[in-house]
């Protein structure tokens, strides 16, 4: 029976293979990624040329790149896209240079990397559409990033969510295509910057925007949408208030639809004499059951509003006059006072029609 021949010769030594080492000079989505799972090995780093160098110019998604992977990712779709491990929470390395251009996405890119601090301002993002959750977590981030085009992008949901010490000019991004910032800014306690003339006509979502950004105190005199006006007035009656301007100077001014806005809520009096109510068209049940509210709103516009029905009903302190109104002849006011204490002049319709 013949013996088979042993691997190596007696004395001879083992030579493993040399790992095979990835080519930075053209990266594609995949090879990048495998690039720096070899970074992220010391054996295998040495063979790499500086991360400074590499060329990214054909990268298209550079999603949770370096975020850290954390146990809690573990069976989900985050795990396989993280390369990083908590091992390589410390990253700081100089990519400024890099190419990105072609890339489309950068969610979580740098979630969790508490020290990296790197200038990225020269980085084109016109393509990028979502950079929710970017710098999550990267609280030793702050540098200028002005000069970013912004334009493209539709989700900005946590992108600076607990970066701590983010603290730059960017009330110049165009973000009117932006339709979530929701917890944008929240925890991001150095944050003070104007961003009053950002267009946020597109955001339907903006809950707990500044929530923890403690010291944010810039009134934004934006437009508000219903869906905003809806979440800010909830959080207003909730005493929730941190990183919202004070309710009365709220910009109301492309608002249509008011209905149920302070609905059943008792102790709801604050003043808001100045909101823009020109573009309402529905106030209906708009204070219905809002037995403290009493403020003088006999200078608001309503002539677009079709719907008042129940509009004061149960408002029992209401008692402030109303006869410079002027209504729509199709106006419902259905049960409009019905309820409540209501004693001063009505609202003058356009036509003689009686309020019901």
Excluded at 50 to 56: C, D, L, Q, R
Excluded at 201 to 220: H, L, P, Q, V, Y
Excluded at 333 to 353: D, H, I, Q, W, Y
Aim: with cysteine.
């Amino acid at each position: 029976m013949e013996e088979e021949a042993p691997a190596t010769e007696p004395g001879e030594e083992t030579c493993e293979a040399a790992p095979l080492v990835v080519d930075c000079t053209a990266l594609t989505n995949e090879t990048l990624r495998l690039a720096l799972k070899q970074w992220s090995s010391d054996e295998e780093r040495a063979a790499l040329p500086p991360m400074a160098t590499w060329n990214t110019s054909a990268v298209t998604n550079m999603s949770a790149l370096f975020c850290v992977r954390e146990d809690w990712m573990e069976g989900r779709p985050e795990w396989d896209r993280c390369v990083l491990s908590k091992l390589d929470a410390g990253f700081d390395e100089d990519i400024s240079a890099w190419d990105t251009s072609r890339v489309t996405t950068m969610d979580r890119m740098f979630s969790g990397q508490a020290a990296f601090n790197q200038s990225i301002g020269s980085w084109r993002v016109d393509n990028v559409v979502d950079m929710r959750w970017m710098f999550h977590g990267a609280s030793s981030f702050n540098q200028d990033l002005s000069g970013w085009k912004c334009d493209n992008v539709t989700d900005m949901h946590s992108m600076f969510n607990g970066a701590k010490a983010f603290n730059q000019a960017i009330g110049n991004w165009d973000v009117s295509s932006v339709t979530d910032m929701s917890c944008m800014f929240a925890g991001a306690a150095a944050f003070n910057q104007e961003l009053g003339d950002w267009r946020v006509d597109k955001a339907t979502n903006t809950e707990d925007m500044f929530k923890g950004a403690s010291a944010f105190d810039i009134d934004r005199n934006w437009g508000l949408t219903n869906e905003t006006l809806r979440d800010w007035t909830r959080r207003w009656c909730d005493s929730d208030h941190e990183g919202l301007p004070h309710i009365s100077t709220w910009n109301t001014s492309k608002v249509t639809d008011m209905s149920s806005l302070f609905h059943c809520d008792d102790g709801f009096n604050d003043d808001i004499s100045a909101w823009d109510t020109s573009s309402v068209t529905t106030m209906m049940n708009m204070f219905n059951g809002a037995k403290a509210f009493n403020q003088p709103i006999g200078e608001w516009r309503v002539d677009n509003v079709t719907n008042m029905s129940n509009m004061f009903r149960f408002a029992s302190s209401f008692d402030q006059p109303l006869g410079t109104w002027r209504l729509r002849a199709n106006c419902k006011t259905l049960r409009m006072f019905e309820g409540s204490n209501f004693r001063n002049s009505r609202p003058v319709k356009a036509s003689c029609c009686a309020i019901s």
